[in-house]
DNA sequence: ATTTTTACTTTGAATAGTCAAAATAGCAAG
DNA sequence: CTTGCTATTTTGACTATTCAAAGTAAAAAT
């Protein structure tokens, strides 16, 4: 008789540790590689001997590479859990907001605290609710069921070309505050804007919007809003 | 300048704690006062030391009052906290049934690991989206969001008058087996069947179905089938 | 090169929740 | 009364996660 043979999302992480993969593989999406303990702890919000400490236990589980005064790396199996808990998390986002009518600017803090309790049984159901998407409501990327994630690379509103019609297609800072101002300006995925100048000295960024006028951005605030080239809309090419 | 007003439920219980809470809620119902150490801890799956030590911490938080080799009981906010973790476990529930399609023998397993993670705001949203509800797929009925709980007295298939037509009000075994039976026999809340005779020393009750005839239950099974006597329909008053 | 700084690691201790096993209380029989 | 049984309580230990604070290595500065 061989073993009963188990799906391999079966290995089961505390949230603890679903957060700090989660927190690690977009650091080191980021980052570029090696996450220092510096920066995974302040992350946490954890002093970093704690960080430390995760980074050794996620090594002994297999989900980590861990080198001493070097910082720590997502193995392929802590790669793919990180990536199934992000897929709950965006999921469950885009549920909220689509599914029960919350504002986009708290989803974010809510399933914080969902994806760690949702099961497959449930975000399967969710996800044909749903009908498959692509993007959360911030047009965060999901990845699939298999962890396959697809992130096209963008410009953004800080380095994106000038004079040229943009469309918002992504929005990196999900604080409440930075959200509900960007909503509020019609600055949410979806909408159109074009770039008039940047004054890079002074880090402002100033913008076209469709039926809304100017409005003045900081370069921070810029560079957290993704665009594409805007479609040419039918009369405007 | 005075204390800001934090609102009631503030406390913050552990998932723990609120299984805890949830159980001695419940067994003290059943059991109409104290509950004993050996009760709880079987009840909730740990050794009985643990439940010493758990009655202990609740008392100490003030949820509950613990005499040593006596028992422990909730006080009143105690049960208000737990009236509010069973809010939320069926509402989850019936959310699970109702929105995402789940199967009602299935629910109260991912309600148990969701109700721990659905903050107020969720709750009321999805209170809203089913409209207002007050029971869940069971027949169990829902608290109120201020704790209040309206349990009807019922009857139970194992001691409702014999050849008048009851309806099934509540199902009180949550089995996952079980509900499947009872579901795929007809008997779901709200369908209606007459207890054609009992025979107490078999324990063994015979039912009359609408279009589906004759079935057999145990004793324990019908005691666990709660019902109230049928509307007459037109045209059989 | 030697010092200083910064970043990191280690160590010791705390809390929540748990178990195993030893100690004990209360009661039931004799 | 004394023995026994059962339910309970205690004690000691363990895991996961965390912090504070002391120790250390590597990099930066002089």
Redo the contacts between chains.
């Keep these: 008789m061989r073993k009963l043979r188990v799906p391999a999302a079966a290995a089961l992480a505390s949230s603890t540790v679903e957060n700090y993969l989660k927190q690690l593989y977009r650091q080191q999406r980021a980052g570029g590689g090696m996450v220092g303990m510096g920066q995974l702890a302040s992350a946490m919000g954890v002093v970093p001997g704690t960080a430390t400490s995760m980074a050794k236990s996620l090594a002994e589980a297999g989900l980590a590479r861990y080198t001493p005064r070097n910082g720590v790396r997502l193995t392929a199996a802590g790669e793919q859990l990180a990536l199934h808990v992000i897929r709950r998390h965006r999921l469950v986002e885009l549920f909220?907001v689509k599914?029960?009518?919350?504002d986009w600017s708290?989803v974010d803090e809510?399933a914080e605290?969902?994806e760690?309790?949702?099961?497959d049984?449930?975000l399967e159901?969710?996800d044909a609710?749903l009908d498959f998407p692509t993007a959360d409501p911030h047009g965060d990327p999901i990845p699939s069921a298999h962890g396959r994630l697809h992130e096209p690379r963008r410009l953004s509103l800080a380095n994106c070309p000038l004079g040229r019609p943009q469309t918002i297609a992504r929005v990196l800072n999900q604080d409440r505050d930075f959200l509900q101002f960007v909503e509020s300006e019609g600055l949410a995925p979806g909408a159109e804007v074009t770039v008039a100048s940047r004054i890079v000295a002074a880090g402002a960024v100033k913008l076209q919007r469709r039926r809304r006028g100017e409005l003045s951005l900081g370069l921070a605030a810029a560079a957290a809003m993704l665009v594409a080239p805007a479609k040419p809309a039918r009369g405007e090419g």
Aim: aromatic share 0%; glycine share 0%.
């Design positions: 909220l599914v029960l009518q919350l708290v809510e605290r969902l760690h309790a949702v099961s049984r449930v159901r969710m609710l």
